[in-house]
């Protein structure tokens, strides 16, 4: 049976959650346990499937297809465990569970109640598989005294109470803020903070304390005194050069260390930190440096395209370069030409997104890439874009363009190069869409298999012709303009096992044009990254060296 790790947060919000509970995941793996990573958030909403990106940053996509909280994709990247669906849970997953049991009967008629049937759901939601691992971590979402997350709090300390002693601790993150008028960290909002958790019976074993300067020991003494902590158990959180540099930074301040006490287990294994000596090097010592466009619509806010960022950073490890992505706003070359705006950079990028807001200025960032020979990457919309632009600008489909873009206005503008996807297959099932039905969860989500053509690019990339990848769409490239491209020179490189879904298209004579309909950055990770981002930054490199 796991032992659990629950991670809260108080006083303000993003103060690093996700990041401190991947770091300690990562840093029980380096000393021999086996992890899982969980995440409850207490949105309504069922999942950040339909939430806006300027809401609430990118969704990351599980491999059996859940629309997670971007948290899920710190958790993969630092331990590599691959996250499930039980991995992150909403309220409004968790209410909509209640109500279809009390529609179906299943509470014999009693009145439904936040105590104890939505507590007694969140309950058994954390002790999904919970006797395959050493340690469930499982972070709750917002900020103590959010009156949407009490439900999760009361039923953490449900949970701790039911199980054994000594097989569940909290780990409370918290701000310690500095006034420069009087040069001091002040402790009273940590002290409120736990005061307030301890108003509803959780108390916190271990304190992470964000904080811009170093803690003192009497400083740190007064913490654990006040908040009932031991005062080693008063952990600093300070600003690192590199997420990726922030195990072996809570390793050298005793987090891991902290937490095993915690759980009285002594003596504790040593941690083998190999993996993360070798990242910290690459952070600290590139060779070189390359500049990427990456051309997008939710620009305005980073974390909307947040797996895309570390995978970039990740093929920057593996060439032993810093990639500095700078982010264009794709409606801009609607208005201007893109030309001014992308000489000088060494590889273009168009990312995903929905909507035909930007559409426009990403087939011209497309065109620019393939014209002037610059290393080109599209991913899901990417890709269609860049077909569309070779369907327009080789193969003299001059209207073409996407379902998805007449679909919003109800008008026929274009000629469906790209066409909303109604029937595809997943496992033995064949599963069907219309373009009206609900939004949350419909669309082709999680992992397919692909199969790319001997001799392709791809195929040297990737060292084999079966693939595996994660998917987020709903429309798909027409197999039917197959053959008047690739007479044009944009080959279709990469199908799924039937012949009938385009995968990958790359043109052959261009250093480096390759789209994609799966997003491959949410399986990289900076200790083993994505073979497409590693090879793509490698002809960012060497494009640079021709400039």
């Not at 309220?91 to 009693?110: A, F, M, P, Q, W």
């Not at 500095?324 to 990312?351: C, K, Q, S, T, Y």
Request: net charge negative; charged share 25%.
């Amino acid at each position: 049976m796991a032992r659990y790790i629950f991670i809260t947060g108080g006083v303000v919000s993003s103060l690093g959650k996700g990041l401190a509970s991947a770091a300690l995941g990562a840093l029980l793996q380096a000393r021999g346990y086996s992890v899982r990573l969980r995440k409850l958030d207490p949105y309504l909403n069922v999942d950040p499937g339909t939430m806006s990106p300027f809401e609430h940053g990118e969704v990351f996509v599980t491999d059996d297809g859940a629309e997670t909280d971007l948290d899920l994709g710190h958790y993969e990247r630092f331990t590599g465990v691959p996250c499930r669906k039980t991995d992150s849970v909403s309220s409004g997953r968790i209410y909509t569970n209640v109500l279809d049991k009390e529609r179906k009967g299943d509470y014999l008629g009693k009145t439904i109640q936040v105590i104890p049937h939505v507590t007694n759901e969140i309950k058994d939601w954390l002790a999904i598989d919970d006797e395959d691992v050493d340690f469930m971590l499982c972070e709750i979402g917002g900020t103590v005294g959010d009156i949407e997350g009490l439900p999760f709090f009361e039923a953490i300390r449900q949970f701790q109470a039911e199980r054994p002693r000594g097989q569940c601790i909290l780990m409370h993150l918290t701000l310690l803020p500095y006034l420069a008028a009087s040069g001091e960290l002040k402790t009273k909002p940590t002290q409120h903070s736990v005061k307030e958790l301890r108003s509803i019976g959780l108390q916190p074993d271990v304190l992470v304390c964000r904080t811009e300067h170093e803690i003192p020991e009497t400083e740190r003494a007064k913490i654990g005194m006040f908040c009932n902590v031991r005062p080693e158990s008063v952990i600093p959180a300070m600003d690192m050069k590199s997420i990726y540099k922030a195990p072996l930074a809570y390793h050298e301040v005793g987090l891991d260390q902290a937490v095993l006490d915690a759980f009285s287990i002594s003596p504790a294994p040593k941690p083998d930190l190999t993996r993360w000596n070798a990242v910290a090097e690459r952070v600290d010592n590139p060779d070189g440096e390359v500049r990427i466009a990456i051309v997008g619509k939710y620009v305005k806010l980073e974390d909307a395209y947040k797996s895309l960022a570390e995978a970039l950073t990740h093929g920057g490890f593996h060439n032993r370069v810093k990639v500095r992505a700078e982010w264009l706003d794709a409606e801009i070359f609607e208005r201007e030409d893109p030309a001014p705006h992308l000489e000088g950079f060494n590889a273009i990028l168009v990312p995903g997104g929905f909507g035909e807001r930007g559409t426009e200025g990403k087939i011209k960032a497309a065109q620019f890439a393939r014209e002037r020979k610059i290393p080109y990457l599209g991913i899901c919309l990417g890709m269609q874009m860049a077909v569309v632009e070779a369907a327009r600008n080789l193969a003299g489909v001059g209207r073409a363009g996407s379902q998805e873009f007449d679909h919003e206005d109800g008008s026929d503008r274009f000629e469906h190069v790209v066409y909303h996807m109604t029937e595809w297959t997943e496992g033995n099932q064949t599963v069907r869409r219309k373009a009206d039905d609900a939004k949350g969860g419909t669309m082709r989500l999680g992992a397919y298999a692909a199969t790319l053509a001997d001799g392709s690019q791809v195929a040297d990339i990737y060292g084999g012709v079966a693939i595996e990848e994660r998917h987020r769409h709903r429309y798909e490239v027409d197999i039917k303009y197959r053959q008047r491209l690739e007479e044009k020179g944009l080959s279709f490189s990469g199908m799924s096992p039937d012949g009938e879904l385009p995968e990958i298209v790359e043109i052959p004579d261009h250093p480096w044009y390759i789209g994609v309909q799966f997003h491959p950055e949410l399986k990289s990770k900076p200790f083993d990254p994505h073979p497409l981002f590693a090879d793509y930054i490698r002809a960012a490199v060497e494009q640079s060296r021709l400039v």
